[in-house]
């Protein structure tokens, strides 16, 4: 007889490795599925290849294995292969694909940038409605407020960042009223475990140019590990981050930050190359038997267990959700919201050395975040910061962002890169589209991938309200840009080809009503009793801010439930970070 399984977890990234992990040290015992690999530190010894990992991307899932099918409007019946990344012109840029496939998932080739939700983002919607007037939202808009607060998830923010390693200089900090560098910042119990990051010339540059402008520049938080922390190694500043994994294990991805502790208890197994296409439901519906998965020879394997926890990406739960025909309501799928980074590239007078160091090694202003910005123009529904990206540029990526003008070929090209390459920095934003009832994910009705299964197909397009959040952000970076003294620069359109950013969110949506909803705030299914659905799918709103810390977050909180746990309390402001190995607490 096989062994009892208590809980299944389908998604071994930044969400299922978490739950899993946490479920196992509290002796439950669980089943990770992931249709990955295993990821090793060893296999990324070597990892500096441009080829490989953005060319290539050799991490993350391809079109043709799991294909994704977009159009504008659902006005529009056909829909064609997301076209930024197929076909003999398309790219592997890690940034418009879903994440990385296999152990830690999109935490192995993320950039690290770590966020808290400010207070106001949580009200989203009825913060709008009071400053502008609720005629301001488009007519078919689905934006609703969050049915959790941030004093909720503001325990699992520090656990998050204490347990896993975050490095930055918070504000905001109760009994360290002169730390504030970010007065928008909210309350915080203690600041970060690690200093923020050493960053590069040109974004002391932009912090020096944010300030002469009156704004309030502070250090960006990073999910890498600026010095020794549990027995990793700190920040070595290659210059591969963002789209690569890390060699030194640094950056926190929960390969190496969350799974050993789970798998040194000894109840948990991660199955990988396991590709689950259906949740197995009771002759009535009300309950989740298990899963069906694929193994590594193609063979369908059923498994069952007392629970399932789906968490996968976004758009891959409410696939699986679909294909499995848990949709009573109707709700899955629905309210896709993503990001439109407003890129703003330009060239230094002095050396950038955007070669070294990492993306997350910088600078922000949260002047224009949120509700913030109605100050400055009440006709944007919702602002975001300005980063600085002041390193981890290869030469590939530099090729493919080049201005239009730029010659792509020949002496030209050798000539631009050779006298340009070393002064390239960058800045962008986030912002996020407004839900609308025409911005959704479905099962393409056409297209499978090569184990049968249906695709996903995406319906979205950049709404006017959404293009004028991008613009006006990019008046802001050519202040910046003018007090800089860049030499040159170039802007990323208000209305970009990609409709994917590795940060999709909303696709199974939290809330307390089950008929206007996926799940509870655990992510709890509505609809089948021991079925749970996590990760950035139950955002109702989306801001200005990279989703992994808040996602990392509502884990934590979802196996508190699951466990009958009560929320961490606060814990002494010293920790013992720099000692440990994997695997030991």
């Not at 509290?26 to 990324?44: I, M, N, R, S, Y």
């Not at 939202?137 to 699992?156: F, G, K, N």
């Not at 369908?300 to 996968?312: G, I, Q, Y």
């Not at 910046?480 to 860049?486: C, F, R, Y």
């Amino acid at each position: 007889m096989s062994p009892k399984i208590d809980v299944i977890v389908v998604g071994a990234g930044a969400a299922g490795a978490i739950v899993a992990s946490e479920l196992a040290q509290a002796g439950q015992k669980v089943v990770l599925l992931d249709k990955g690999p295993k990821h090793t530190t060893e296999e990324f010894k070597i990892k500096q290849d441009e080829i490989r990992y953005y060319a290539r991307g050799s991490l993350v899932p391809s079109m043709d294995t799991d294909p994704i099918t977009w159009r504008e409007t659902s006005a529009t019946s056909e829909s064609e292969l997301a076209p930024w990344a197929a076909g003999p012109l398309g790219t592997a840029n890690p940034l418009h694909l879903p994440p990385s496939l296999g152990a830690g998932g999109g935490t192995i080739h993320w950039g690290g940038a770590c966020w808290r939700f400010r207070e106001s983002e949580f009200r989203m919607r009825s913060t709008i409605e009071d400053r502008l007037g609720t005629e301001a939202l488009p007519e078919d808009h689905t934006l609703v407020d969050w049915p959790i607060s941030y004093t909720d998830l503001e325990p699992y923010y520090d656990k998050t960042e204490w347990e896993l390693g975050i490095s930055g200089r918070g504000s905001n900090i109760a009994g360290k009223p002169e730390q504030n560098e970010n007065p928008w910042e909210a309350p915080r119990q203690r600041d970060y475990p690690m200093p923020p990051l050493r960053h590069g010339p040109a974004d002391v540059d932009f912090s020096d140019a944010c300030q002469r402008l009156g704004y309030h520049p502070f250090r960006t938080a990073a999910a890498i590990a600026s010095e020794p922390f549990k027995g990793r190694s700190g920040c070595v500043y290659c210059g591969f981050c963002h789209g690569y994994p890390c060699h030194v294990d640094a950056k926190t991805s929960t390969h190496i930050a969350a799974l050993p502790y789970g798998e040194a208890s000894g109840n948990l197994e991660m199955r990988d190359y396991s590709r689950v296409y259906k949740v197995n439901r009771s002759p009535d519906g009300k309950r989740v038997l298990g899963v069906s998965y694929f193994d590594t020879d193609g063979r369908s394997v059923d498994l069952e267990a007392d629970r399932v926890v789906l968490a996968c990406y976004a758009l891959e739960n409410a696939r699986l959700l679909l294909a499995s025909g848990i949709n009573a309501n109707g709700q899955v799928g629905k309210h896709l919201m993503t990001h439109a980074f407003g890129f703003f590239l330009g060239l230094t007078k002095e050396p950038s050395n955007p070669f070294m160091g990492t993306l997350v090694a910088s600078t922000s202003i949260e002047d224009f975040s949120g509700e913030l910005v109605h100050d400055y123009d009440p006709t944007v529904l919702w602002g975001a910061p300005i980063i600085s990206w002041p390193g981890d540029y290869q030469p590939i990526e530099i090729a493919h962002a080049m201005p239009d003008e730029a010659p792509r070929w020949g002496a030209g090209f050798r000539d631009w890169m050779r006298d340009n390459y070393a002064h390239v920095w960058s800045m962008y934003s986030q912002t996020a589209n407004i839900p609308t009832k025409d911005t959704f994910v479905d099962l393409d009705p056409h297209r499978k991938d090569p184990w049968g299964q249906p695709a996903l197909r995406m319906t979205h397009g950049w709404g006017e309200w959404d293009q004028r959040g991008v613009e006006f952000l990019l008046t802001i970076k050519r202040k910046i840009a003018h007090e800089m003294g860049l030499t040159y620069w170039w802007e990323e359109t208000t209305k970009p080809d990609y409709h994917l950013s590795t940060h999709e969110v909303g696709t199974h949506r939290m809330g307390e009503d089950p008929a206007t909803s996926v799940v509870d705030v655990y992510g709890h299914s509505h609809e089948c009793q021991n079925l749970f659905v996590i990760g950035g799918g139950q955002f109702p709103s989306y801001h200005g801010y990279n989703p992994t810390e808040t996602i990392w977050a509502m884990a934590y909180m979802t196996a508190d439930h699951m466990l009958d746990r009560s929320a961490p309390t606060a814990r002494p402001t010293t920790h013992d970070v720099h000692a440990g190995q994997h695997g030991a607490r």
